[in-house]
T-cell receptor, first 115, second 110 residues
Framework: DSGVTQTPKHLITATGQRVTLRCSPRSGDLSVYWYQQSLDQGLQFLIQYYNGEERAKGNILERFSAQQFPDLHSELNLSSLELGDSALYFCASSGTGLHSGNTIYFGEGSWLTVV | AQRVTQPEKLLSVFKGAPVELKCNYS??????LFWYVQYSRQRLQLLLR??SRESIKGFTADLNKGETSFHLKKPFAQEEDSAMYYCALSSGTSYGKLTFGQGTILTVHP
C-alpha cells in the first residue's frame, strides 16, 4: 500500500457527462500529480499541484481541470466526456516534487469507461 | 523536449535466463531516470532510480550518458518478474513531472 488513495476505483458514464475523481495523498506529501494511462497514448502526465497551487502542466485537455484543497486532497474534473477519455487515471504524490530525490508514490488508479 | 523510448513492446524470456529491458532518452540537461513496474494493471511501483544505484529484486540499471541509455538488467529472470516495465525521466524544471516510455511487457516463461 503506497498510502495514496483514489476514489472511485471504477466508473462508467455516458458521453457528454462530467465526473470527478478524488485523490488523497500520502500523509505529509505536499505534491499531487495526475496521470492518464490509455492504450494508445500510454502514460501521460496531466498536472501537478504543490501545496494548493498548480505547479506544472502536461497534456491536459481544456475539458479537464484539477484542484488541490487546503487538506491537500485533490480532485480531477473531467467534463464533456468523449469515448477517447476512457482510461486509467492515476494520482501520485511526493514530499515536494521540487528537487531531486523525491520518490513519487502512485495510487491504484480510477478506471473510467465512457460509453 | 524530453523523450523516453522503450523500443521493445514485448519481451519474452525463460526462467533463469538473463533479461535486459532497453531504455533510451533524450534530454538536454541532467535527467533523473527511473524504472517503474506495474503488475496486472495495478499501481505503478518504483523499482529503481539511477541516483541511488541500488539493486531491487535482483534488477540493476546503469545510466550511460554517452549513449543516453538506462537499460534494466537482471541476470536470472523469475516468473514473478512478469509485468509491465516503464522507464521514466524527470527534469530539473519539475522533478515530479515524469515522462514515461511506452512500456515493455516482460513475460517470463517457466
Amino acid at each position: 500500500d503506497s498510502g495514496v488513495t483514489q476514489t472511485p476505483k471504477h466508473l462508467i458514464t455516458a458521453t457528454g457527462q462530467r465526473v470527478t475523481l478524488r485523490c488523497s495523498p500520502r500523509s505529509g506529501d505536499l505534491s499531487v500529480y495526475w496521470y492518464q494511462q490509455s492504450l494508445d497514448q500510454g502514460l501521460q502526465f496531466l498536472i501537478q499541484y504543490y501545496n494548493g497551487e498548480e505547479r506544472a502542466k502536461g497534456n491536459i485537455l481544456e475539458r479537464f481541470s484539477a484542484q488541490q484543497f487546503p487538506d491537500l486532497h485533490s480532485e480531477l474534473n473531467l467534463s464533456s466526456l468523449e469515448l477517447g477519455d476512457s482510461a486509467l487515471y492515476f494520482c501520485a504524490s511526493s514530499g515536494t516534487g521540487l528537487h531531486s530525490g523525491n520518490t513519487i508514490y502512485f495510487g491504484e488508479g480510477s478506471w473510467l469507461t465512457v460509453v | 523536449a524530453q523523450r523516453v523510448t522503450q523500443p521493445e513492446k514485448l519481451l519474452s524470456v525463460f526462467k533463469g535466463a538473463p533479461v535486459e529491458l532497453k531504455c533510451n532518452y533524450s534530454y538536454s540537461g541532467s535527467p533523473e531516470l527511473f524504472w517503474y513496474v506495474q503488475y496486472s494493471r495495478q499501481r505503478l511501483q518504483l523499482l529503481l532510480r539511477h541516483i541511488s544505484r541500488e539493486s531491487i529484486k535482483g534488477f540493476t540499471a546503469d545510466l550511460n550518458k554517452g549513449e543516453t541509455s538506462f537499460h534494466l538488467k537482471k541476470p536470472f529472470a523469475q516468473e514473478e518478474d512478469s509485468a509491465m516495465y516503464y522507464c521514466a525521466l524527470s527534469s530539473g524544471t519539475s522533478y515530479g513531472k515524469l515522462t514515461f516510455g511506452q512500456g515493455t511487457i516482460l513475460t517470463v516463461h517457466p
